[in-house]
T-cell receptor, first 109, second 115 residues
């Protein structure tokens, strides 16, 4: 069965303190791995799609990488506005996403 | 920019009552999805439509749940005889045909509280 595990559950960072979020997955025939950001009371907002091992994508202070078993979301010099829950999801053969439970990130000034 | 719209934003109901939620996808998006999210969890897939056809339903979708998309535009999700365990955020998402796999555009959700 397709499964996604994210760690840590929660992360507290000082502004400017870089770190990484982990997403481990098992899926039959990975078609894509997705990162979303979710603010309280809102729906997830798309960040990245990664399709194959070795692929990397960047957006502002965020960089996502993918291996055959896991993905990392690296946050460089975070700011308080980066505080949110970051969700990882995979798509296998079926036309639906399997989400992890997310990492709650808090960045303090 | 008219994103995915969901109504109502919040719904409080008593156990045993029926509730209906509405989702208006982004115009011309032919795929529409329903997900459910409880506190501290990621969204869980419920069902999806391609135009008016409901193509897949999760085992999470009990007989008390029904979803429709009658004209391939807006969709409704109805829960009959609500239970306290139905309390959750119900998220709708859409995407056009032919984009990269599953880049979904989510609405802000309907927060259901069953008392």
């Amino acid at each position: 069965e397709d499964q996604v595990t994210q760690s840590p559950e929660a992360l507290r960072l000082q502004e400017g303190e870089s770190s990484s979020l982990n997403c481990s997955y098992t899926v039959s025939g990975l078609r894509g791995l997705f990162w979303y950001r979710q603010d309280p009371g809102k729906g997830p907002e798309f960040l990245f799609t990664l399709y194959s091992a070795g692929e990397e994508k960047e957006k502002e202070r965020l960089k996502a990488t993918l291996t055959k078993k896991e993905s990392f979301l690296h946050i460089t010099a975070p700011k308080p506005e980066d505080s949110a829950t970051y969700l990882c999801a995979v798509q296998g053969g079926a036309d639906k996403l399997i989400f992890g439970t997310g990492t709650r990130l808090q960045v303090f000034p | 920019d008219t994103g995915v719209s969901q109504d109502p934003r919040h719904k409080i109901t008593k156990r045993g009552q029926n509730v209906t939620f509405r989702c208006d996808p982004i115009s011309e998006h032919n795929r529409l999805y329903w997900y459910r999210q409880t506190l501290g969890q990621g969204p869980e897939f419920l069902t999806y439509f391609q135009n008016e056809a409901q193509l897949e339903k999760s085992r999470l979708l009990s007989d008390r749940f029904s979803a429709e998309r009658p004209k391939g535009s807006f969709s409704t999700l109805e829960i009959q005889r609500t239970e306290q365990g139905d309390s959750a955020m119900y998220l709708c998402a859409s995407r056009p045909r032919g984009t990269e796999p599953e880049k979904l555009f989510f609405g802000s959700g309907t927060q259901l509280s069953v008392l």
